[in-house]
């Protein structure tokens, strides 16, 4: 169900929270063995919320935002008393003392966390290949990957074992797998969410952002965790809207931009088929479909594996075995306990970026490394104001293909780092992003990406909106290996 | 400009990290591959181009220096791999 089906079944009494969260627990335990969505569980507190519902539904109170709506939340973003572990060794024991902003502002609309989401370990990946502990399997072909690295919080959505999840994306680690899933999944733009209690993998790239079944329920859920955060200084102050009262299916009079560079020779023909068929459908519903130039597109993957892996270099510092996370039983000195826990602890795409970053950031190579990539960010950023003055939003594929095969990409790095081309220049600029399901390939989904101006979420959740009242991929679901 | 493996050691080094020899040379392979492919960047002239850090322009906002709540120092300890006496216990930093 949808979550704003379940709300309006909560709100008729037709169905009481403790209903609602049986049935997600048991499906959960029906189908988690073979998905693999969930790291941690946290059953009980969940019955003891949907309690808390029910009696204020039985007390004649109004119910808010996401009340009695169970989610899930990718495992990088702090839970109190809740483990937290990144799906690392490093913090496979860490419990935060502290929520993130963007659980209290859940807690506050009333939604219900069933657990923890398993990801990418650090959400370093685009397969959720990398994960520690499990691999999370694609609903829709269970020898397939999710996507990464929120392919819990995907999987967890599509397989119907939460009504929505909370992810992060740094290089379209939200967008990807829910064009992997068959979701509606949105990066905000930079600064619309606290990124406070989000453990951190590159700073000026990640926000965290959300998966739901539909566009309605992605305004449910913007509302509640958008907005300023005191405790985030990178959280811009900016009213949040309410985006419920975007959703309208007139999008007549838009203009929608296509980016030439997003439709190149690496991109599947039965892809861009079905993006272009959109586009078409777009243009029947009286939008008008102009072609721009993101002449620097094509170096955009170069900058953000410069600069996400310097900043992860940089951020991972902190793990060093002292004051939380794994420590080595071996070590001969202080150095040497420094070596030894972050080799055990770390696996080796986490190394690989690590030791990227760092060679980067090393004197002798900064400038030629670092500082040009920091200089073409402008560029990058100069192609989506340029765009943007032409029109409301853009259109574009999201992953030059459908889920691949598990084991298909994992050995060879680059291979798996191309997969972002279409999510990453996106990040570069800080801008909004939406991907939403727009058609299947022999049975796989395939996504659109809807890229939006600073702060303008709400044309692209009119622009989805409109479409999915006009098509049906977003109503199907996965049979998950039945 | 190819990564040698002496540069995989020193990046190790600098990071942290340690690498058994046939990691040495995955790693050396690796990352030569990555490097070669952003080097790329060399294509573009950005002589007169601006270093971006943040994608958004933010200003510091500062809040009045209130002193307000910090952690429980026992919820902070609980995730301690040692502890003595409320400190973080460690090896020994300086000798003698």
Request: charge should be negative; hydrophobic fraction near 35%; charged fraction near 25%.
């Amino acid at each position: 169900m949808k979550a704003h089906e379940i709300k309006d079944k909560l709100q008729k009494k037709e169905i009481s929270a403790a209903q609602v969260v049986k049935a997600y627990i048991d499906r959960i335990e029906k189908v988690d063995g073979k998905v693999g969505a969930y790291l941690e569980k946290d059953f009980d507190n969940a019955v003891d919320k949907a309690a808390v519902i029910d009696k204020k539904i039985s007390l004649g109170e109004d119910l808010q935002g996401l009340a009695g709506i169970p989610c899930a939340i990718k495992d990088n973003i702090s839970t109190k008393n809740v483990k937290t572990t990144c799906a690392s060794l490093m913090l496979e024991n860490y419990v935060p003392p502290y929520d993130a902003t963007v659980v209290e502002r859940l807690n506050n609309s009333g939604a219900i966390m069933l657990g923890k989401a398993n990801m990418d370990e650090f959400a370093m990946g685009s397969s959720n290949e990398n994960s520690a502990f499990k691999k999370v399997r694609n609903p829709w072909d269970l020898d397939r990957v999710p996507g990464g690295s929120s392919g819990g919080s995907a999987a967890s959505v599509a397989a119907g074992e939460a009504a929505f999840s909370l992810g992060s994306d740094t290089g379209g680690s939200i967008r990807q797998p829910a064009s992997y899933c068959n979701l509606v999944g949105i990066k905000p733009t930079y600064g619309r969410v606290s990124r406070y209690g989000l453990i951190a993998f590159a700073s000026s790239l990640d926000q965290i952002g959300a998966f739901t079944k539909d566009v309605e329920d992605m305004a449910l859920v913007l509302n509640s965790i958008a907005g300023r955060d005191y405790k985030d200084s990178t959280s811009y102050n900016i009213k949040t809207p309410d985006y419920t009262k975007s959703l309208s299916e007139d999008i007549r009079g838009m203009k929608i931009g296509i980016p030439v560079q997003y439709f190149g020779e690496g991109i599947d023909d039965d892809v861009k088929k079905s993006v272009l068929d959109s586009i078409e459908l777009l243009k029947s519903m009286g939008a008008e479909a102009i072609e721009v130039d993101m002449p620097y597109t094509e170096y955009a993957l170069a900058v953000y594996y410069i600069l996400s892996s310097a900043e992860a270099s940089s951020n991972l510092a902190r793990y060093d075995g002292i004051r939380y996370g794994y420590r080595s039983k071996n070590y001969d000195d202080s150095i040497d306990l420094y070596i030894k826990s972050r080799s055990e602890g770390f696996g080796d795409e986490v190394k690989r970026r690590i030791m990227l970053g760092t060679y980067t950031l090393s004197s002798g190579y900064y400038d030629a490394y670092y500082n040009k990539a920091l200089k073409v960010r402008s560029l990058v950023k100069k192609d989506f104001e340029n765009a943007f003055k032409k029109c409301d939003c853009l259109v574009s594929p999201v992953s030059p293909t459908t889920p691949f095969k598990i084991g298909e990409k994992i050995d060879d790095p680059m291979s798996m780092y191309m997969l972002d081309v279409c999510t990453v220049p996106i990040n570069i600029a800080g801008v909004c992003a939406m991907s939403i399901p727009c058609g299947f390939s022999n049975g796989l989904p395939i996504g659109l990406q809807l890229i939006g101006n600073y702060f303008e979420e709400e044309k692209l959740l009119k622009v989805g909106y409109a479409y999915q009242k006009n098509t049906n991929w977003h109503n199907l679901n996965p049979k998950v290996g039945e | 400009m190819g990564i040698s493996a002496d540069d995989v050691k020193y990046v190790a080094q600098l990071s942290r990290l340690e690498f058994k020899e046939d990691e040495i040379e995955k790693f050396t392979k690796d990352l030569s591959s990555i490097v070669g492919y952003v080097n790329k960047l060399n294509e573009l002239d950005t002589e007169d181009v601006e270093a971006l850090v943040n994608p958004i322009y933010i200003e510091n906002d500062f809040r009045e220096d209130d002193i307000k709540d910090s952690l429980d120092r026992e919820n902070v300890l609980l995730n301690a791999p040692e502890k003595e006496e409320g400190y973080f216990k460690v090896p020994t930093v300086i000798e003698g």
